[in-house]
């Protein structure tokens, strides 16, 4: 039987972080819309924006049903219309292509820790609608040439079973390692890709970020994304894997900041958090040891490299605190 009247407190967290999430990406929408000079580009992003529109009433009205008051979220005093061109066309359907891959895999977890039929309608919703801007976006940058496809290789002609424990063998001082195999070479492709995106991304913000301390912070992503795209590419050229990078968008000139230091401190907040599911990933599903290892190490720069952006966000108020359970301790203390 359905839950339909209060919201159990992972429901409340889930909507919560999805409120912010979905009024974070209306604003960066609301920005490329105002920028972008291609029609299909423009209906692409105009008609996400309505749909996310359309669910941000349905929290909102949630929200007021709960008796919850409703989050801070991003507004419009976090987006600056009137700024020029941050990026050139191409990179606002490829950075919403890697948005919806986050929301994807968060849409997931929500919908399992949902027992309302009305949130678990809002994320049947969500989910339907990434999906298709998904598809729409990547049809679109694949017909420009703007998407790097993954490498090509031979098909498999009959079954094979690994028959040794060297397969997993990749710390060699002497002797070839094995071979990558499909989905280890699928897994650097994907994260290359996104490194790729974020670079430029975080490029952008480093170039027109308001305060010293987030300028700083960007750069060091700068840094630490260049670090990461260089151990992929040197993995797939000592394998023998002829790799592309996508060369859609790059930065413009302008330092005029489009979106406010809470916005883009934000942003890559939520894309360190997908940085570490995909170092997760490659370290469990990569047989080959040192894959494993190097994603690992890669998945702890990332951890670090989050939590001093997030001891920059509460340090300038910039990090609404989630709802949580009354804190009983205090109220004790406070009644004596």
């Given at each position: 039987m359905f839950q339909n009247n209060s919201i159990s407190a992972s429901e409340v967290g889930?909507?919560?972080?999805?409120?912010?999430?979905?009024?974070?990406?209306?604003?960066?929408?609301?920005?490329?819309i105002e920028k972008s000079d291609d029609l299909q580009a423009r209906n692409i992003l105009g008609g996400l924006w309505q749909e996310l529109n359309f669910y941000v009433s349905e929290m909102e009205e949630l929200f007021s049903e709960q008796g919850m008051v409703k989050p801070i979220g991003f507004t419009s005093e976090d987006v600056n219309l009137t700024a020029p061109k941050l990026y050139d066309n191409g990179f606002d359907i490829m950075f919403i292509r890697v948005l919806k891959e986050v929301s994807m895999g968060l849409y997931t977890l929500n919908m399992n820790m949902a027992y309302s039929k009305r949130v678990m309608q809002i994320y049947e919703g969500l989910t339907t609608i990434t999906q298709k801007i998904y598809k729409l976006s990547t049809c679109y940058l694949l017909e420009r040439g703007n998407l790097a496809l993954p490498p090509q290789v031979s098909l498999p002609k009959k079954n094979e079973i690994i028959e040794s424990k060297k397969y997993m063998e990749g710390f060699k001082l002497t002797g070839d390692k094995?071979?990558?195999?499909?989905?280890?070479?699928?897994?650097?492709?994907?994260?290359?890709?996104?490194?790729?995106?974020?670079?430029?991304?975080?490029?952008?913000?480093?170039?027109?970020?308001?305060?010293k301390e987030a300028t700083t912070y960007f750069l060091k992503g700068k840094k630490l994304a260049k670090k990461q795209i260089k151990m992929m590419e040197d993995i797939l050229r000592e394998g023998d894997v002829r790799f592309s990078s996508s060369s859609v968008g790059t930065v413009t000139t302008s330092n005029v900041s489009p979106f406010s230091d809470k916005l883009m401190m934000h942003c890559i907040y939520i894309l360190n958090g997908f940085g570490l599911v995909g170092?997760?990933?490659?370290?469990?599903?990569?047989?080959?040891?040192?894959?494993?290892?190097?994603?690992?190490?890669?998945?702890?720069?990332?951890?670090f490299y989050a939590q001093e952006g997030i001891k920059i966000k509460i340090k300038n108020g910039w990090f609404e605190e989630p709802p949580q359970m009354e804190d009983r301790n205090q109220l004790i203390k406070d009644k004596n």
């Open positions: 889930a909507i919560w972080q999805t409120y912010q999430e979905k009024t974070l990406i209306m604003r960066i929408l609301e920005y490329f094995r071979a990558l195999n499909d989905l280890e070479i699928g897994i650097l492709h994907h994260n290359l890709q996104s490194n790729n995106i974020g670079l430029q991304l975080i490029t952008g913000f480093a170039q027109c970020a308001q305060s170092a997760g990933t490659g370290a469990f599903f990569s047989l080959r040891n040192d894959l494993s290892m190097k994603s690992i190490l890669l998945a702890k720069d990332v951890y």
